[in-house]
């Protein structure tokens, strides 16, 4: 008995740091080479999109002294290890998820600067400033989620030729919309800014219709993903009351048939969240225009 719970909890703690973290268990596949995971970042990369100023090793070590705290506090609490350790692991998990929204938002707001900032594009081009001029002005007067990105543009093209400043951002930013926004501006560079005016204009149209119709789905989902972090979440939360306010829930929950009803609970916890975010995920658009080091 005790040998089949330490294996379920073993399986729900595995599928739980997966899931919080972002690398949730994908399908074997025994046939064929294994898909190319093409919009894949680093992970200091994930962190500097995120607005984290930290080092991998400093953020994991973070997240790591909160679970530990965690467990330390609601062992203290209820006595009992497994009460204590899964919601640990979740609270653990937490700086991943508040950065992965973070990044989420930056991300998004980004993208939706994009329409905005390509008709401000178009007007300095037909104002008759040169491309350099016009990307050097957005960082001045251009939205405000992309003021950084072309402040940055200025900065390295004192040092870089236009060319290698935006490719520059381009990788930074590493995102579809911006990878298909740079390659044009990129064209410009070369060919000159008046045979790319309307493909620009034409961009921007298409871009803000992208944003309007990923927009409608994620809040058509809201409703259910709040439901679903709310099963998730509840069950820990009356167990951990029970635990503390009455000895006999106590008592059941430190011996191995408690750790069992925990871990068997976790995993289906567990797996069931794993599900509904699977259903309710959009499908990711592949970056095309990928820099010359990662082209296979």
């Not at 998004?108 to 050097?136: I, Y």
């Not at 381009?170 to 579809?176: F, N, Q």
Request: net charge positive; with cysteine.
């Amino acid at each position: 008995m005790r040998l089949l719970a330490a294996s379920f909890a073993a399986v729900f703690a595995y599928l739980a740091v997966g899931f919080l973290i972002g690398y949730s268990p994908t399908k074997l596949s025994f046939r064929g080479a294994p898909r190319r995971r093409r919009n894949k970042v680093s992970r200091q990369q994930w962190l500097l999109q995120a607005g984290a100023r930290v080092s991998v090793r400093q953020f994991w070590a973070t997240s790591g002294a909160v679970g530990a705290l965690t467990f330390v506090i609601l062992f203290a609490l209820t006595g009992a290890v497994p009460v204590a350790l899964f919601p640990a692991v979740a609270v653990g998990a937490l700086p991943r998820a508040y950065y992965g929204r973070e990044r989420a938002k930056r991300g998004r707001a980004q993208m939706e600067a994009w329409p905005d900032a390509l008709r401000n594009l178009v007007a300095s081009l037909n104002a008759t400033l040169s491309l350099h001029q016009a990307l050097v002005a957005l960082g001045h007067s251009g939205p405000t989620a992309l003021r950084p990105v072309f402040i940055r543009y200025a900065q390295l093209s004192r040092t870089l030729d236009a060319r290698a400043a935006l490719e520059a951002i381009r990788d930074e930013l590493a995102d579809p919309v911006s990878d298909r926004v740079i390659e044009v501006l990129l064209l410009a560079t070369e060919q000159g800014p008046t045979i790319v005016l309307d493909v620009l204009a034409d961009l921007a149209r298409s871009t803000t219709a992208d944003l309007a119709l990923a927009e409608r789905i994620e809040t058509a989902q809201m409703e259910q993903k709040l439901n679903a972090k709310a099963v998730f979440v509840l069950p820990y939360f009356i167990l951990i009351v029970l635990c503390v306010s009455a000895a006999e829930f106590r008592g059941f929950y430190q011996t191995g048939g408690g750790l069992l009803v925990v871990a068997v609970g976790g995993a289906m916890s567990t797996a069931g969240m794993v599900m509904i975010n699977r259903l309710g995920r959009q499908p990711a658009e592949d970056r095309l225009f990928l820099p010359a080091g990662e082209r296979r």
